[in-house]
């Protein structure tokens, strides 16, 4: 577990370097576009707006899932979606893409997965508070149970640290790694809660689909925003999600500290 505690030490001990790096770097990013940092909000909009029409205008014909207007349905799973998937397609390739710019300075490199999450969170706190917003005009306002979105954005982020560096350093050294996330990242999402109600389906089909911990999460945050259930009244599940989240973690600590001397080699 030494090596766990190692990459978990050197973010804590980088906190403002990751904060710092994360702001320059989107702040960059649109220096040159009119709408500016605004397309962090435009761009999942769009997105949104498409998968409304096909799904919910389209297939759907605008019928609500128990009771829940679809479009807010839709929403609230397509937004920590839009998130995850951009930050897992990037994140994966955080290393290769600056590792030969960083290695010959003292840098810690288990922190390039971070600032990708981090970054990309600018435009996801916002999103999550606009879809708040669409709830309270729809009329739905869960009360405490909206307290527990706190709790599904820790299991979000941890989630995320875990995987995308266990990818990152996967992708440094097979580069056909990043070629089967995207394509993966891509349909996976077919398979989660969010442009279809799974719970329609059979139950061992549900079951299997649950083995996937964005399905934990995914489904958070439609209990924290539209109410009706805690996290800890599923506490197998609960256990299940912390159990494959701590394993992840554990296997991508031990990869990048065996292999992260070796990096530029794999260039």
Same mark, same amino acid.
């Given at each position: ?8 030490k050197?973010?804590?001990l980088?906190l ?7 702001l ?13 940092a ?13 998968y ?10 605008? /019928?609500?899932?128990?009771g /829940?207007p679809? +479009?807010?349905w839709l929403?609230?799973?397509l ?5 995850i998937?951009?930050?897992?397609i990037?994140g994966s390739?955080s290393?290769f ?12 490199v ?20 606009? /879809?708040?917003?669409?709830s ?9 149970? !909206? +307290? ?10 941890f989630? !995320? ?7 990152a /350093?996967?992708?440094?050294?097979i ?29 061992v089909?549900v079951?299997i689909l649950?083995?996937?911990?964005l399905f ?15 996290f800890f009244?599923?506490l ?10 701590i ?5 991508g600590?031990?990869?990048h500290i065996? +292999?992260r001397?070796? +990096?530029?080699?794999?260039?």
């Amino acid at each position: 577990m030494n090596f766990t505690g190692q990459v978990l030490k050197e973010q804590f001990l980088h906190l403002n370097l990751i904060f710092r790096l994360s702001l320059y770097e989107e702040k960059g990013k649109y220096t040159m576009h009119y709408f500016g940092a605004l397309w962090q909000i435009l761009n999942p909009f769009i997105q949104i707006g498409v998968y409304w029409l096909i799904f919910g205008l389209g297939i759907r014909k605008g /019928t609500p899932v128990d009771g /829940t207007p679809f +479009f807010l349905w839709l929403i609230i799973g397509l937004v920590p979606w839009l998130y995850i998937s951009r930050t897992i397609i990037q994140g994966s390739n955080s290393i290769f893409a600056k590792v030969n710019l960083v290695s010959k300075m003292h840098f810690p490199v288990s922190v390039l997965p971070t600032i990708r999450i981090i970054g990309n969170s600018i435009s996801l706190i916002p999103m999550i508070m606009i /879809t708040i917003g669409i709830s309270i005009y729809y009329g739905i306002f869960s009360g405490a149970y !909206l +307290f527990q979105l706190i709790y599904y954005l820790i299991c979000l982020y941890f989630f !995320l640290f875990a995987i995308t560096l266990l990818l990152a /350093t996967l992708t440094t050294i097979i580069r056909d790694v990043q070629m089967m996330v995207q394509s993966i990242v891509r349909l996976i999402m077919f398979f989660l809660p969010i442009v279809w109600n799974v719970h329609n389906f059979p139950e061992v089909f549900v079951n299997i689909l649950k083995l996937n911990p964005l399905f934990y999460i995914i489904e958070g945050f439609r209990y924290s925003i539209l109410g009706g259930r805690w996290f800890f009244e599923d506490l197998p599940y609960t256990i299940y999600f912390w159990s494959m989240s701590i394993l992840i973690l554990t296997v991508g600590s031990f990869l990048h500290i065996k +292999f992260r001397n070796k +990096f530029v080699d794999y260039l």
